[in-house]
């Protein structure tokens, strides 16, 4: 894909905010996390980006219309006997059960 290059630094995501989704999820402890994903246009493609945080809404997260560049990494699931593969922002945790 055009949109993606690789550095030594790792995978980037260059494109514009087309829009955003957040959920709540309740931990086993009874903390609350959030997941937000982000859609983000590039190159004619549509890639959703997800961002696990503990906040509701962070500073950093892109309003829509923002072009930006992501630093992201793919993460591997299954879900409903399916692997699927998700871009996640480089660095965030997300392995979190609930």
């Known amino acids: 894909m055009a949109a993606k290059t690789t550095s030594k630094q790792g995978l980037f995501l260059t494109g514009k905010c087309v829009g955003r989704r957040r959920r709540e999820f309740k931990q086993k402890d009874g903390t609350i ?3 937000i994903t982000m859609q983000i246009l590039a190159e004619k493609q549509l890639h959703r980006v997800e961002r696990w945080t503990d906040i509701p809404l962070p500073a950093d997260v892109p309003a829509i219309g923002d ?3 992501l630093e992201v990494v793919p993460r591997a699931f299954v ?3 399916r692997a699927e593969v998700r871009l996640g922002i480089a660095g965030d945790e997300s392995g979190v059960e609930f």
């Open 33 to 35: 996390r959030y997941s």
């Open 67 to 69: 072009e930006i560049t």
């Open 79 to 81: 879900a409903n006997g």
